[in-house]
């Protein structure tokens, strides 16, 4: 008796079911998946939260900071921050932070912020500030410059801090050194070529205000001194109005202003202490101070101190002369106040206790970057 092949059997009876029931699922799938594409289209318009596909996951990082609060904040300012430091020396564009960094200052919104030999803090105090740094304050959008003049051994006015330049230079004062030493040696730039920069940069952003302080033999020679102001005249920043030369006695005030060529370049006159280095006062010091210590004023200091409102149109006191009544009588006759040096926090809380709410038209400071243009007062 042969016995029935039962695998044969087994799958003719077999596969049709699982064919069978491989439809049956598919159709029972495509019938479920319908009527959830209806009911989840039906339902996504009323409620935001009905969603079966999870949203993804933000970034770890952000998450796992959740017990230091500050390190979550402080990750998405970064990028602003570093761009905002960078641009900080555009004053006249920046507005003040609602809560300001630490250590940086502001000045009035009226107040041009002025880069005190256009070097910087990065840069020593005996460096001779060259062209790579005027231009790059120059295009970070700083609106004003204050730069000393000095005299090379062979004649050629550059721009320097005093007569320093034992860094690049050692053993060598400006006034000793060539035109060829300062400029390949110690990275000067030539008055001339300072002017030049100004004056292309005056095409297309007309708010620049230059200062320049003669020294040594350009300050202490009148020939030098007209030299120095025929550069400025027939340069275009200067026929502009915008260059400034600081002088510090009246005499030479007078002869420049006699001079039909040179009477347009306006004169500053500064008001100094022993901080600053200069222990020499201009004699129109003592009327300036009189009106600061609000003391009586004789005949002959009046009379002479009246020649300030004619011959200057721009009084630069420091942080330790500067007074209110000093502010207040500039502007009345139509002078510009400019405060130096500003080179602390401790230097703009002295120049805001002795302004009370008046306020200078220009801040020199070594740091431009850190004094941010923004509300009435100067705060920190």
């Not at 017990?67 to 004053?91: H, N, Y």
């Not at 915008?242 to 006695?249: D, E, G, R, S, T």
């Not at 609000?294 to 630069?316: C, F, H, N």
Request: with cysteine; net charge positive.
């Amino acid at each position: 008796m042969t016995s029935p092949k039962k695998p044969q059997g087994l799958r003719a009876r077999r596969k049709p079911t699982i064919v069978t029931g491989t439809r049956i699922f598919a159709v029972v799938l495509f019938l479920f998946g319908a009527a959830n594409v209806f009911f989840y289209g039906s339902t996504t318009h009323q409620q935001s939260g009905t969603r079966t596909t999870p949203e993804p996951s933000p970034p770890p990082a952000p998450a796992s900071n959740s017990a230091g609060a500050g390190e979550a904040l402080a990750t998405p300012k970064a990028q602003p921050q570093d761009k905002r430091e960078e641009a900080v020396a555009a004053v006249a564009a920046i507005e003040v932070a609602d809560q300001p960094e630490h250590g940086v200052c502001r000045a009035s919104s009226n107040e041009l912020v002025c880069a005190h030999r256009a070097s910087g803090e990065q840069h020593s105090l005996e460096a001779m500030p060259g062209l790579l740094s005027v231009k790059t304050h120059l295009k970070k959008g700083v609106m004003c410059f204050d730069l000393d003049v000095v005299m090379s051994k062979d004649g050629e006015l550059f721009v320097g801090h005093d007569d320093h330049i034992s860094r690049a230079l050692p053993g060598l004062a400006a006034h000793e050194a060539t035109a060829a030493q300062l400029k390949k040696r110690a990275g000067a730039a030539s008055l001339e070529d300072i002017l030049d920069i100004f004056s292309e940069w005056e095409t297309f952003i007309p708010t620049r205000a230059i200062t320049l302080e003669p020294k040594g033999k350009v300050a202490d020679s009148m020939d030098e001194l007209k030299k120095l102001t025929k550069a400025v005249s027939k340069s275009k920043v200067g026929r502009a109005g915008k260059v400034a030369l600081i002088v510090h006695n009246t005499a030479d005030a007078r002869t420049l202003k006699l001079s039909s060529e040179l009477s347009e370049i306006p004169l500053a006159v500064p008001v100094k202490d022993r901080r600053t280095g200069d222990e020499k006062k201009h004699e129109l010091d003592a009327y300036l101070q009189a009106l600061c210590k609000q003391e009586p004023i004789d005949a002959q200091t009046e009379a002479r101190g009246k020649e300030v409102w004619k011959l200057y149109s721009l009084v630069m006191p420091s942080t330790l002369k500067v007074c209110a009544a000093l502010v207040e009588q500039s502007h009345k006759h139509g002078l510009l106040v400019a405060v130096w040096p500003i080179e602390s926090l401790h230097d703009i809380e002295t120049m805001n206790q002795r302004l009370g709410v008046q306020r200078t038209d220009r801040i020199i400071t070594n740091s431009p970057k850190y004094v941010k243009k923004g509300g009435a007062n100067a705060l920190c």
